[in-house]
């Protein structure tokens, strides 16, 4: 059975008109770029994992935020970068990546 996660990231992708993926890594491809999908559900920020993210600058990927409302927000992951600032990335044994955070106030506020 899939996930409620999976299920919604689908759903976003292709309401963008793009393609979900199923290999673990970034959630699909956009007129062929990666995207990544990240959404609010328990917890009031969006976890960003190094790794995706890197990937996603090189090969001009973007992310689709989705808020506890369900509105979609598409940002290219260069201007992600700019949002998360310089500081440092996370680290913890539970989830095993290098991970940042970014609030929805950040990416529904900005223009």
Same mark, same amino acid.
């Given at each position: 059975?899939?996930?409620?996660?999976?299920?919604?990231?689908?759903?976003?992708?292709?309401?963008?008109?793009?393609?979900?993926?199923?290999?673990?890594?970034?959630?699909?491809?956009?007129?062929?770029?990666?995207?990544?999908?990240?959404?609010?559900?328990?917890?009031?920020?969006? =976890?960003?994992? #190094?790794?995706? @993210? $890197?990937? /996603?600058?090189? +090969?001009?990927?973007?992310?689709?935020?989705?808020?506890?409302?369900?509105?979609?927000?598409?940002?290219?992951?260069?201007?992600?970068?700019?949002?998360?600032?310089?500081?440092?990335?996370?680290?913890? =044994?539970?989830? #095993?990546?290098? @991970? $940042?955070? /970014?609030?929805? +106030?950040?990416?529904?506020?900005?223009?």
């Amino acid at each position: 059975m899939k996930s409620w996660h999976t299920i919604q990231e689908r759903k976003v992708i292709r309401k963008y008109h793009g393609k979900p993926l199923v290999k673990y890594g970034y959630d699909g491809l956009l007129n062929g770029r990666p995207v990544e999908v990240r959404s609010v559900r328990e917890d009031s920020r969006y =976890r960003l994992q #190094k790794n995706i @993210h $890197r990937y /996603l600058i090189r +090969k001009n990927g973007s992310y689709i935020f989705v808020n506890k409302r369900g509105r979609t927000k598409r940002i290219s992951a260069k201007k992600v970068s700019g949002l998360l600032g310089n500081g440092n990335w996370f680290f913890d =044994r539970k989830h #095993k990546y290098d @991970h $940042r955070f /970014l609030t929805p +106030k950040k990416v529904f506020n900005r223009r």
